[in-house]
Every structure is written in structure tokens, then in C-alpha cells.
């Protein structure tokens, strides 16, 4: 059975950093894709970033160009988000994202991913 969880969601002040951490367990991505959406309240969910596990190849969605950082452990099986310069827009539900397809990280639409995680809260107040 496969399982993604997210951690390290929480409060910061806006212009502050957090870092979320999706672990998995249950199968191997390393030729797959892992991403980050997230969803505020009354909205759809939205591709935040995406990395290929073979080569470590980025895509990230305009706005967190710069801001936001994905990169992965494939020896833990573990994908990170670096989030930096937060703002009271990027508040929402974070969610960890596996795609089985290597190409699946440049799929920003959230139908084309195959497994979720249960979702980490992100506020950051102004």
C-alpha cells in the first residue's frame, strides 16, 4: 500500500520559510515523478512543484518561481519543499503529489497524479 506523508507544515510570519517533508512508503518513485499542490479554502488545487526522481529535473509553477525549492531523497524516498519569502497568498492545504510516469513533473494538473498525501497546513499571516 503506498503512503505519502507530509510534515512540517505550521503559523509563519509572512517574509518567513518553512520546509515540508512528504515521506513514502509502500513502492519506489525513482523512475516516477513527486510534486506539491496546494488548495486554499473555496479554491481548486494548484500545482506548486514538481521534480523528475531520475534526474532531479524541476518544474515550478510561476508563482513560486524563485521563492519555492523542490528536491528529493531517493535513498529515503523522501521529497522537500523549501518554501522562502512566504507570503498570506501561498496560505493553503499543502499536498504531496507521486506520479509513476517520469514525465508526470510536467503534468500541473492535479488528475494526472496517481497518489496523495493526507495534506499539511501552511498560514502565513501578514
Known amino acids: 500500500q503506498v503512503q505519502l506523508v507530509e510534515s512540517g507544515g505550521g503559523l509563519v510570519q509572512a517574509g518567513g520559510s518553512l520546509r515540508l517533508s512528504c515521506a513514502v512508503s509502500g513502492r519506489s518513485f525513482t523512475n516516477g515523478a513527486m510534486g506539491w499542490f496546494r488548495q486554499a479554502p473555496g479554491k481548486e488545487r494548484d500545482f506548486v512543484a514538481a521534480i523528475k526522481c531520475s534526474d532531479g529535473s524541476t518544474n515550478y509553477a510561476d508563482a513560486v518561481k524563485s521563492r519555492f525549492t523542490i528536491s528529493r531523497d531517493n535513498a529515503v524516498n523522501t521529497v522537500y519543499l523549501q518554501m522562502n519569502s512566504l507570503k498570506p497568498e501561498d496560505t493553503a492545504v499543502y499536498y504531496c503529489?507521486?506520479?509513476?510516469?517520469?514525465?508526470?513533473?510536467?503534468?500541473?494538473?492535479?488528475?494526472?497524479?496517481?497518489?496523495w498525501g493526507q495534506g499539511s497546513q501552511v498560514t502565513v499571516s501578514s
Open positions: 503529489a507521486a506520479g509513476i510516469n517520469s514525465y508526470s513533473y510536467i503534468a500541473e494538473v492535479a488528475k494526472r497524479w496517481s497518489y
